[in-house]
């Protein structure tokens, strides 16, 4: 005999069922994808940056012990103590697993150019480059910049935002301000000034890495404004404003 209330109330109690069963398949299935990514970077990769205004640097950079799949950019590859590191836009990195993972520059490793964004601080009279926590050191003989230590002695930055050390400021007019008209990438942007610094200390004679520009006293606000045009004019004509 049919019974519609009986009908019904089994009806009500399959729907139920198949809801539940839909809730705990969506459960399964963001469970799987967190263990997933446990497994694969032993925890959540976090996103979270740290702004470093030291000597009025005041960019944005990844936080140590981030996770990443990939390296941004075009890395530079570095072997140093026994281990390889990848650099890029001011960031190192180490593999780690499938992926790679935000790390410390390890000091006396050499990178062939500076961060795209770096501040100049002056100790002793000689300029070292920072960013990101780090001090990079021009090495003639190795023709690269040096992860060094941080320079010894205090460092203060006055209100002009130039950075002076022990009382002795940096040379005038060595800060150039680049905007990439083209949106060019960080990567692009460190390339091209590295390329025209070089090409303009051969013009110029004046290497504003070296302690005094590598000139003699009398002549290095000569060869310093020679210098500046020189990198002015490479820049612009690769799609820079320059000021």
Known sequence: MYDKAMYDKVMNLGTVARACIAVMALVWVVSSAQAQQRDRFGGPAPRAGH??????????YTNRGAFVRAVPG???IVNRGGGRFFYSGGVWYAPRGPGFVV?????GAFVPVLPPFYTTVWAGGVPFYYANDTYYLWNAAQSGYEVVDPPGGDTMVPPSGSV???????PSGDDLYVYP???QSEEQQADDKWECHQWAS??????PTRAGGGVAPEQAAAARASYQRAMS???VGRGYSVK
């Open 233 to 235: 004019a490479c820049l």
């Open 202 to 207: 051969s013009q110029s004679g004046f290497d």
């Open 164 to 170: 002076t050390t022990n009382g002795q400021p940096p």
């Open 74 to 76: 075009r890395p530079v």
């Open 103 to 107: 790390v410390g520059a390890p000091v």
């Open 181 to 183: 008209q083209s949106g």
């Open 51 to 60: 702004f470093d205004s030291r000597f009025n640097h005041n960019r944005f």
